[in-house]
């Protein structure tokens, strides 16, 4: 299993079991994490489950697609530099540990 620790904007954070092969957006819908809405269920249709990753952590997710980028500037809350789609993170072996931090808002 692949660990994920999500830390809200108010600094709680959850550390859950993934995975592989398991978007990051799936999995928290799974736990009842909240502060990822995942309005579409992960057809890149909004940017309801915004996240941060960890800068340690960003380069392992891989690029952003142009696709997502363009979804990302609906997002309500600030993008950043490690601003992804969770939807758009798949769990790997090289991803266990992942950090990512949900943004204040999302709708």
Known sequence: MIKVTFIEH???KTTVEGRSGDSVMSLAAAQGID???A???GGMMC???HCYV???WFARTGPRSDDEADMLDCAVAEVRQTSRLSCQIT???ELDGLVVYLPEAQV
């Open 35 to 37: 502060g990822i809405v």
């Open 91 to 93: 769990l790997s072996d």
């Open 39 to 41: 309005e579409c269920g």
């Open 10 to 12: 108010d600094g709680t």
């Open 54 to 56: 960890d800068d340690a």
């Open 47 to 49: 940017a309801t489950c």
